[in-house]
């Protein structure tokens, strides 16, 4: 919310109430100024909203388990992946690109060092609650984060725009995937 005046005084009780609140006070004794100081607020606003937005989305991910990278076979299994697009993090569930849901991420590492999430490019090593390697997931596959139908449209709607390319060709992939059985999932 934002008040505006023009060519007016501003009571010291009033800027004081204003500064505990969130209601923004614009004042000019130059109309056009006025006008631009709002405009560039408002602007300001909406990109602070969608960035906040992007960051509550679970966002698509798709990650190969790298060959002779496995160290541990399950209770969780743990494996050598690259991230090939978005990102993974963890208490997020994955699936294989047959549609089927294996396990829930436990942990990310890279260096032996604990990390929360990791982008396109990077290597490194994934505790998987769930599967077994060698029985449900194997050395080469091909593995996606498990996107809610909700953010995957948001991220196909309103966000694919401002996407990297990896991230774009993720979400386009794993969509294709969900479509398979619901030609209009995500829509």
């Known amino acids: 919310m934002a008040i505006l005046g023009f060519e007016v005084d501003v009571l010291p009780d009033a800027r004081e109430e204003l500064m505990g609140s969130d209601i923004k006070l614009f004042v000019n004794n130059v109309i056009y100024r006025l006008i ?21 989305i679970i966002k698509p991910g798709r990650f190969k388990i790298l060959p002779d990278c496995t160290f541990r076979q399950s209770k969780p299994a743990v494996v050598g992946v690259r991230v090939l697009g978005g990102v993974i993090k963890t208490n997020l569930e994955v699936m294989k690109d047959n549609g089927v849901i294996v396990g829930t991420i436990k942990g990310i590492q890279e260096n032996s060092e604990n990390i929360g999430e990791a982008g396109a490019g990077k290597e490194v090593a994934v505790a998987i609650d769930g599967p077994t390697v060698g029985r449900q997931i194997k050395e080469g596959d091909t593995l996606y984060i498990d996107v809610p139908e909700k953010h995957a449209k948001i991220a196909e709607q309103e966000l694919f725009e401002a996407m990297k390319i990896e991230d774009k060709e993720t979400l386009m992939a794993y969509m294709e995937i969900k479509r398979r059985g619901n030609p209009f999932w995500g829509k």
């Open 36 to 56: 631009e100081d709002y405009k560039k607020w408002v602007v300001e606003q909406k990109q602070l909203m969608e960035k906040k937005r992007y960051e509550t």
